[in-house]
């Protein structure tokens, strides 16, 4: 696969803007998908999750985006806030319709401008 | 707690010595995943356990890597004649498993130094 590197992608955005984040996944049999957040120095934190038989699932101030057709997959969170600044990871799994192992993306780190 | 916790939380050792990082899911989770992160990186996948089922040890990068879960619940991952590529923050994670929920919950992780 590609490597990114040392320096992940980075997204920078206003306070009280929308963020996008977006996510290429690699395997057309995964059946679920997971965004994360990772502040520094901390393990990721659960997001939100959407299964493959959705194309849209909304949270509070997020929502995800899947399309099977590219295996593309977007976090969008609203108004975004300076506690919103971290690394945010897609992770796919579910192979087959069984629980697999989840597979992780390389990430986007997301900071927020005051 | 009932989070998942890992132990130690950082470790230095010399290069050539082997360690020994343990992670204790959150109680009822039969699935559990190690991963590596290395500074500024992803996550790289190393190991999944779920339930009775053989592990997936498709991601562990060389021999010297080894995991074991014991009884369903505790895991430990070895590694041996630690080599300084394999600093890293090494995280565990665990889920209800098939038919209980996939949201995987992450510890703190151990962040290792090999020097």
């Known amino acids: 696969g590609e490597s990114v590197g040392l320096h992940l992608p980075t997204l920078s955005v206003q306070e009280g803007d929308n963020s996008i984040i977006n996510c290429a996944y690699s395997?057309?049999?995964?059946?679920?998908f997971i965004w994360y957040k990772q502040e520094s120095g901390k393990g990721p934190q659960f997001i939100i999750d959407i299964r493959s038989n959705m194309d849209k699932r909304q949270g509070q101030r997020v929502t995800v985006l899947l399309n099977k057709t590219v295996k593309h997959l977007s976090l969008q969170i609203a108004a975004t806030q300076p506690g919103d600044s971290a690394v945010y990871f897609c992770?796919?799994?579910?192979?087959?319709?069984?629980?697999?192992?989840?597979?992780f993306g390389k990430g986007t780190k997301l900071s927020v401008k005051p | 707690g009932a989070g998942v916790s890992q132990s130690p939380s950082n470790k230095v050792t010399e290069k050539g010595k082997d360690v020994e990082l343990r992670c204790d899911p959150i109680?009822?989770?039969?699935?559990l995943y190690w991963y590596r992160q290395s500074l500024g990186q992803g996550l790289e996948f190393l190991i999944y356990?779920?339930?009775?089922?053989?592990?997936?040890k498709s991601g562990l990068p060389s021999d010297r890597f080894s995991a074991e879960r014991t009884g369903g619940s505790v895991s430990t991952l070895t590694i041996q004649r630690t080599q300084q590529e394999d600093s890293a923050v090494y995280l565990c994670a665990s889920s209800p498993g098939v038919g209980g929920g996939f949201e995987a919950f992450f510890g703190q992780g151990t962040r290792l130094t090999v020097v």
């Open positions: 109680s009822g989770h039969t699935a």
């Open positions: 992770a796919e799994g579910g192979y087959g319709g069984s629980q697999g192992n989840l597979i």
């Open positions: 356990f779920q339930g009775n089922s053989a592990p997936d």
């Open positions: 395997n057309s049999a995964s059946d679920y």
